[in-house]
Nanobody, 121 residues
Framework: QLQASGGGLVQPGGSLTLSCEVP???????IGWFRQAPGKQREGVSC????????AYADSVKGRFTISRKYGENTVHLQMKSLKPEDTAVYYC?????????????????WGQGTQVTVSS
């Protein structure tokens, strides 16, 4: 299972970096970051292919979030800048064969526990 970490409380306009630990068995999978706010459905935020050559972002985070993958560390990072209160959610990482712009939740698997991100003053 994937394991997300790095969440916390941050003020609006602040930054936070999330990490997703990827077990070796999932090395050849695309990894996606998703988030779920209270009372809302889980939505795709960003994904990266196994090679790192394909990356996608939701329109709501383009220009503010950056996804990266470090093979030596078996970790996928999500760097979040200019955070807004509407970014508040539990963030999860999941695995799929491919990174596609639609980031369909039901196509991802190997979900682990999420990490809470709260943006508030």
């Amino acid at each position: 299972q994937l394991q997300a970490s790095g969440g916390g409380l941050v003020q609006p306009g602040g930054s936070l970096t999330l990490s997703c630990e990827v077990p070796q068995a999932l090395d050849y999978y695309a990894i996606g970051w998703f988030r779920q706010a209270p009372g809302k459905q889980r939505e795709g935020v960003s994904c990266i292919s196994s090679s790192g050559g394909t990356i996608a972002y939701a329109d709501s985070v383009k220009g503010r979030f950056t996804i990266s993958r470090k093979y030596g560390e078996n970790t996928v990072h999500l760097q979040m800048k200019s955070l807004k209160p509407e970014d508040t959610a539990v963030y999860y990482c999941g695995a799929d064969l491919f990174c596609q712009a639609r980031m369909a939740v039901d196509e991802y698997d190997h979900w682990g526990q999420g990490t809470q991100v709260t943006v508030s003053s």
